[in-house]
């Protein structure tokens, strides 16, 4: 409702359970933009692994498997979703076997050479066609989209991030606990800040968003409020 149309790429990064998704979303459909969900990239190849029965630490086997999924994005923040091939997999990629596995997946260097060279091209085509993308992930404005005139780095308390994954958990009819999930988070964190190929971190001109006493309207506030200074707005 009248926020107008976003020009260039915001990329939205942050550790998990932050609430980078749902902002993400949010952003994208009140600014009639494209909403890439990079983290579903990584998941999907994850599954694509699994269901090879191929061991997740196996660095050469699992970029043979990379190389030969077919991924495709979908980039409505209304009904994003992803496929291998024919097969929608949105659902399946956010199950615990997938989560465990994702960090040994995510941290090979030639995975992610591939993945972010789609993400690239998915950000080029949303750029092309509407003007406008929101891009999460943990290396949009440091590798991805080097570029992007608005970077945003969500942060929260551990605490608040395992109690925010719980509920999706529960919400989507996984089983699920704040200990179990706290556990995760930081056992994910420690991984994905300390690989050598692109380790978590904020951008040196990030702006950084702490959500642990925000909500959802909170947050997408913040960064609408940020969308509007940088004047990637056009009305009309
Ligand atoms: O955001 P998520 O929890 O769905 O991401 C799944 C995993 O993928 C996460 O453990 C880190 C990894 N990831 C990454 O390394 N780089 C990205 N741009 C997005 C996700």
């Given amino acids: 409702m009248g926020q107008g149309q976003l020009r260039g790429v915001v990329a939205l990064d942050g550790p998990s359970g932050t609430g980078k998704s749902s902002v993400a979303r949010k952003l994208a459909s009140a600014l ?3 909403y890439l ?27 043979e498997i990379a190389l030969g999924a077919r991924l495709v994005v979908a980039t409505d923040p209304l009904r994003p979703g992803i496929f291998l091939g024919e097969d929608d997999v949105s659902g ?18 030639a995975v992610r050479e591939l993945l972010v060279g789609q993400q690239r091209a998915i950000i080029a085509d949303a750029l092309d066609s509407v003007g406008g ?7 949009i404005g440091t590798v991805v989209a080097p570029d992007a005139p608005l970077k945003v780095y969500l942060t929260a ?33 420690n991984y ?9 971190r904020a951008a040196d001109d990030a702006v950084e968003v702490d959500t642990t006493s ?23």
Avoid: C, F, H, W
Wanted: hydrophobic share 40%.
């Fill in 32 to 34: 009639d933009a494209r």
């Fill in 37 to 63: 969900d990079t983290g579903s990239m990584y998941r999907a190849v994850t599954l694509a692994v699994l269901r090879a029965g191929v061991d997740p630490d196996d660095a050469g086997k699992v970029t």
């Fill in 92 to 109: 399946e990629i956010r199950g615990p076997e997938v989560t465990l596995a994702v960090s040994p997946v995510s941290a090979v260097p």
């Fill in 133 to 139: 993308i929101v891009v999460e992930g943990r290396d």
């Fill in 157 to 189: 308390s551990a605490d608040a991030r395992a109690q925010r994954r719980t509920r999706q958990d529960v919400a989507a009819g996984r089983t699920s606990t704040v200990d179990a999930v706290l556990a995760d988070v930081r056992r994910r964190d």
């Fill in 192 to 200: 994905d800040s300390s690989r050598a190929a692109s380790p978590l």
């Fill in 214 to 236: 925000l909500d959802l309207a909170g947050t997408v506030g913040a960064v609408l409020e940020l969308v509007r200074q940088r004047g990637m707005r056009v009305t009309g």
